[in-house]
């Protein structure tokens, strides 16, 4: 199977940049789809960008303009670039892949079997 660990998180003021990054080892042949979701205290885990190998990264409208996936990808490390954050951004971030992921789908949890354990992002 394959480990993901995220880092890159912290602690910044509205408007601030952080980079996360979300390395990925052992079994990583053909894992091809990975998203990042972000969860707070007492709310939903919400996606907030995917993309997959060979198509266009995807946003949520909540980050859309503010967070991008960078195109230097490694192939087993994904980056999330985030600017101008706001309190409401704060949240523990998670990394997830999986080796496909149906159409419509690429921001829900339930299609992806490998998780990170998620790195903290503070905003104030």
């Known amino acids: 199977h394959v480990q993901l660990v995220e880092s890159g998180g912290g602690s910044v003021q509205a408007g601030g940049s952080l980079r996360l990054s979300c390395a990925a080892a052992?079994?990583?042949?053909?894992?091809?789809?990975m998203v990042w979701f972000r969860q707070s205290p007492g709310q939903v885990r919400e996606g907030v960008a995917a993309?997959?190998?060979?198509?266009?990264?995807y946003y949520a409208d909540s980050v859309k303009g503010r967070f991008t996936i960078p195109q230097d990808n490694a192939p087993t490390t994904a980056y999330l670039q985030m600017n101008s954050l706001q309190p409401e951004d704060t949240a523990m971030y998670y990394c997830?892949?999986?080796?496909?992921?149906?159409?419509?789908?690429?921001?829900?949890?339930?299609?992806?079997?490998?998780w990170g354990q998620g790195t903290q992002v503070t905003v104030s």
């Open positions: 997830a892949s999986a080796p496909r992921v149906r159409d419509g789908t690429s921001l829900w949890p339930q299609s992806y079997d490998s």
């Open positions: 052992g079994y990583t042949y053909n894992r091809n789809c």
């Open positions: 993309f997959r190998t060979g198509g266009l990264p």
